[in-house]
Every structure is written in structure tokens, then in C-alpha cells.
């Protein structure tokens, strides 16, 4: 099975195909900017049938913690999802320019 690596600025986060799979099908009707920001690429990385990296920009940081909010309100949060919840959590810091 592959995986989606998220890329919070310098930090790798893993999303397993299973959860980045369920979050899209479950959740991605929950957020219309989610749909139309993060929901696309993470299909995108399930279809590679790899393990593909995905930058994380603000925005997209921001509805992934929308979803996440409403995936632990609703108790479905997972030990397998919480350090992704918890990336998308704090804002990306970016290395400074050279």
C-alpha cells in the first residue's frame, strides 16, 4: 500500500492510502475549499500507486485542519492521523530566503 507524504514546510508527514482515501470519500463534501484545494491532489497521490509527496501551502494547511477538527469532534480521529492533524495545526513556517 502506498502512502502521501505532506509537506509542512520542512516537516514529512505521512498520510496512509487508506486514510488520505477515507478522509477524500468521508469528508471532502465537509469543506468546498477542500474540494477544491487538497481533495484533488490527494486523489492524485492515491492514484501514483506510490508513495508521493505533496507541498502543503497555507491554505491548503488550513482546510486540512478544518477537516481534521471535524474528523476528532466526530471521535474518528486515529493514532495513525494525529501527527498530520497536528502539522496541519500550526502555521507553516518556511526556511528563510538566502
Known amino acids: 500500500m502506498s502512502a502521501v507524504i505532506l509537506m ?12 488520505a ?4 470519500t468521508s469528508w471532502g463534501d465537509a469543506n468546498l475549499a477542500f474540494v477544491e484545494r487538497v481533495a ?4 492524485a497521490a492515491i492514484d501514483a500507486e506510490q508513495e508521493t509527496e505533496i507541498v502543503v501551502d497555507e491554505d491548503m494547511r488550513q482546510d486540512l485542519a478544518a477537516i481534521f477538527e ?3 469532534a466526530a471521535g474518528y480521529m486515529t493514532k495513525r492521523m494525529r501527527p498530520v492533524q497536528q502539522a496541519a495545526a500550526r502555521p507553516i513556517s518556511l ?4
Open 70 to 72: 471535524r474528523i476528532e
Open 95 to 98: 526556511p528563510p530566503s538566502p
Open 21 to 24: 482515501r477515507w478522509i477524500c
Open 8 to 19: 509542512f514546510g520542512a516537516q514529512r508527514k505521512r498520510l496512509s492510502e487508506e486514510d
Open 40 to 43: 484533488p491532489k490527494l486523489k
